[in-house]
């Protein structure tokens, strides 16, 4: 009998230890996903009013527990989807930038950027408004070599 008895009590124990480590996991993978799902609300949340970023995960088969497979599937996917919107969100942001130099040149050498158009779109501002390298005085100045940079009033008026 106490053979029996300490066979039991060590595979009770084993069983005990595998929940622990099993819960841990569980807890661990979980806590990964909630800050993966933040990271990628932030994300949704500084593309606006753009938008474009791809929040959807692969669907899983109903409400459940899900396995730890599918705990660590469900955080790899979050983690590539948050990787694609950092990715979205440094080239938006790396666009703008190159507009904004664009848009300081025309500014300091209108007569270097004849014609060229940089919308309030690119440079990340809310609005219609366009800027744009023109003549000062129509085909005189444009002639003369008289250009300016315009910033147009707005959207245009519903028809």
Do not use: N, Y
């Not at 009013?49 to 088969?61: C, H, S």
Request: hydrophobic content about 40%; aromatic content about 2%.
């Amino acid at each position: 009998m106490t053979v029996l008895d300490v066979t039991t009590r060590e595979a009770a124990a084993d069983v005990r230890a595998t929940t622990t480590d099993e819960a841990a996991a569980r807890r661990l993978l979980r806590e990964q996903i909630t800050r993966l799902e933040r990271r990628l609300s932030s994300a949704v949340v500084d593309s606006m009013p753009e938008g474009g970023i791809d929040t959807a995960v692969p669907a899983l088969r109903g409400p459940r527990v899900l396995t730890l497979g599918e705990l660590e599937r469900l955080r790899d996917a979050l983690a590539a989807r948050v990787a694609e919107a950092r990715a979205l969100l440094e080239e938006r942001e790396r666009r703008r930038e190159d507009a904004r130099v664009r848009l300081e040149r025309m500014l300091l050498a209108p007569g270097d950027h004849r014609h060229v158009r940089i919308s309030r779109r690119e440079l990340g501002e809310s609005g219609c408004g366009v800027w744009h390298v023109r003549p000062r005085v129509g085909i005189v100045g444009m002639f003369m070599g008289w250009w300016q940079v315009k910033l147009s009033s707005g959207c245009p008026l519903a028809t």
